[in-house]
């Protein structure tokens, strides 16, 4: 079995944390935050340069325009707008990208944006035609979201991802950050759930039932508390488990276009 492992990154100012850093020699692609809901230039393009150096993927962590709730708070935006929001941002990042020589191979919407798309028909549509128009670029989603629906419909690479430190609704979705138990915080029952999910392709929701979930991509979030203990767990017992370890898109490092 082959696995990527991704975390959000870029999430500071002023350019890489020490966290991000770490986090960079453990994950295979790296969610870089754009600057909607959190980042800088500096950030993003120190976020890309360390990625580039060790062989890590880049996406672009598109978010709604909501620096003060960390782009946690539903927008009801008018679709073109959106769209023009996740265009900006994917060409922010690309334009940073290529001055490393860097390539930004998929997009992975942020927070309230990322739930939105599962089911909200109108903003997916809109954030796939933007990732359309932006070229050869996957997008990374919810398993059986409307987003991955559309974003097949186009002809784009949608991917799957699963989260190894969020918990899960009996339906498949994640559970709202405002319930309690939401996000998991101890490193060896987080790497326990990930290896059984690497052996069965489902988690334990919250009510007991088991749910399957079709993914290639596994997030641990940078932005927890012991992150990078965490995201060491999951890639130490995932290899002990004869998983291996790749992004699910290319590198892209040592491109000359700011496009794909």
Known sequence: MLLDLNADLGEGADGLSASDAALLGVVTSANVACGFHAGDAATMLATCRAASERGVAVGAHVSYRDRANFGRTFLDLDPSTLADDV????????????????????????????????????????????????????????????????????????????FADR?????????PRSEP??????????????????????????????????????????????????????????????VGLAPFAPTGVNSTSVYP
Not at 111 to 119: R, S
Not at 196 to 223: K, M, N, W, Y
């Open 87 to 162: 265009t900006e941002q994917l060409t922010t990042l690309a334009e940073l990208a290529g001055r490393v020589g860097v390539r930004v191979t998929y997009v992975k919407p942020h927070g309230a944006l990322y739930n939105a798309i599962a089911h909200h028909e109108e903003q997916a549509a809109a954030v796939v035609r933007a990732v359309a128009a932006f070229g050869r670029i996957a997008l990374l989603g919810l398993p059986a979201s409307f987003a991955l629906r559309l974003a097949d419909a186009a002809g784009l690479e949608s991917v799957g991802e699963a």
């Open 181 to 242: 138990g939401a996000v998991l915080h101890d490193a060896d029952a987080i790497a326990a759930r990930v290896v059984r999910f690497a052996r069965t392709g489902t988690f334990t929701a919250v009510d007991g039932s088991e749910i399957a979930v079709p993914a290639r991509s596994l997030c641990v979030h940078g932005d927890t508390p012991d992150a990078v203990a965490i995201a060491r767990a999951v890639r130490r017992a995932l290899l002990d488990e004869g």
């Open 167 to 175: 918990a899960y609704s009996p339906d498949g979705t994640l559970v």
